[in-house]
Every structure is written in structure tokens, then in C-alpha cells.
């Protein structure tokens, strides 16, 4: 069995967040640093989930997260669940300074859902899509409409329903707020997913495709989701500077 390794680890920002990590652990009443996130990968190949929208058959059933001291803890599914993901994303979703971790769990009879993981395990997770071999694709989170709450947003059967979904995470649970159908992230087989949060003119934006894939377009949030169309070039070298912020 392979390792796995087609898929590559989400790092941004991750030398600055070293950085702002070791910080917060020499302030005087800071957070515990053994409750301190500072990467995650999945671990555990395994074949159980026969669905291979990522390119082939192995998904994995441990998330590993290392902590700022160098304790290490892993997280292991139950036989009824993998991970079917790139990678796992670390991300501060509630600006308390300690970073949390977005996966996407599938179930062998009701398909994937997104969850939330701390230090010390699951914290919360949407409901699963409801049926076998139903995926979903994140594209990224931020405080779109500046609330000051993360909005997390994901792509529901990118292959299929094709419905950008947006979650707000407040108080350690995932409110749904919005919803936008004709987008998508992903084909079927490709290993990475497409696209992302950019901040370009002060405020984020979602970075997708359109549903036949002939548009890139750019999705705010202010209460209600809007569209723009902000190329026709959907290769991935096209997303990457469309994310940089690059004409």
C-alpha cells in the first residue's frame, strides 16, 4: 500500500506562525504551549474507502497534530470513517491565539462532512451530505464580512451539486449562513483542489471556478453571498495568480 503521499501538507503562513506561536507562549498568563497547535498531517493509509475522487483509492484514518512543545497527539477514526482530504488546515478560527484544524471526515453510508479539531480532539462538524461517495472541497476561511467570526466555506459535491456552502464558527460550533449554487473547486481525480481565499483589496474574497469550469469568478460575503467573474483561464497556474493578487 502507498503511503499516501500524493497529497501535500497545507502550510501558509507557517514560519510567521512559528513565530507568533513561541511569542505567545513567553507572555506571562499566556495559553498553555501543550495546547498549541503548530502543524497537522494525516496518517494511517488505508483503503477501506473505496471512492478515490483524489486520485486514487487510499485515504488515512489518523490526524497527527504537533504541538508547539514537540508533543505530539493523534487522533484515530473509527472504522466507519476516513479521512478523504489534500491535507489538513491549520488555521486560528477564533482569533484566541490558539490555532484549530479543519479536515473533511467521510462516512462509509452518509458521505463526507467538515470537521473542526483542537488539541484536544473534535470540537464540532457540519452535518454529513447523507449518502456514500459524496465529497466536498474547502476553499478556505476568513472573516469575510467583519464581524470578527470566522466564516469557513466549502464547495458541496463539487462534481455534482456544485454549491459553494458557507459555516460561520462561533462559540465552538459551525452556523450555517449562506449558500451559492453554479461553482465548483474540483474534478474528479485531481489531486489538489483549486482556488482559495486571497486578500487583494482589503477584504477577502473565495477564489473558485464556475460550474463547467469556463469562468473564474471571485465570491464576497456581506450578509449575502455576490459573484464576480474575474477571468476565463481556469488552469491551476491561473489560480495561483489569481491568488496572489496578480493581473
Known sequence: MRSGARRVPWR?????????????????????????????R??????????????DGIE????????IDGTVRRFTLPIDLVFEDTA?????????GQPEVMVVESSQTQGARLAIYGAQ?????????????RW???????????DGHVEIAYVDRPHLAKTLRLYRYRERQLQKVASLGGLTNHRIGETDIAGGVRLCAGRPELILASANWSQMVSVTFNGTLTLRVIGQDT?????????????
Open 121 to 133: 480532539g473534535r470540537i464540532t462538524a457540519t452535518d454529513f451530505i447523507g449518502t456514500r461517495f
Open 60 to 67: 488515512h484514518e489518523t490526524l497527527r497534530l504537533d504541538l
Open 235 to 247: 488552469s491551476r497556474a491561473a489560480f495561483a495568480r489569481a491568488l496572489e493578487c496578480a493581473p
Open 12 to 40: 501558509p503562513l507557517a514560519r510567521a506562525m512559528r513565530r507568533a506561536m513561541l511569542a505567545l507562549c513567553l507572555l506571562p498568563g499566556s495559553l498553555a504551549a501543550s495546547d498549541t497547535i503548530l502543524s497537522a
Open 136 to 146: 466536498l472541497a474547502p476553499v478556505g476561511a476568513a472573516d469575510l464580512d467583519g
Open 88 to 96: 489538513p488546515r491549520v488555521q486560528d478560527l477564533d482569533f484566541d
Open 42 to 55: 494525516y496518517e494511517g493509509p488505508t483503503e477501506r474507502y473505496a471512492h478515490a475522487v483524489l486520485g
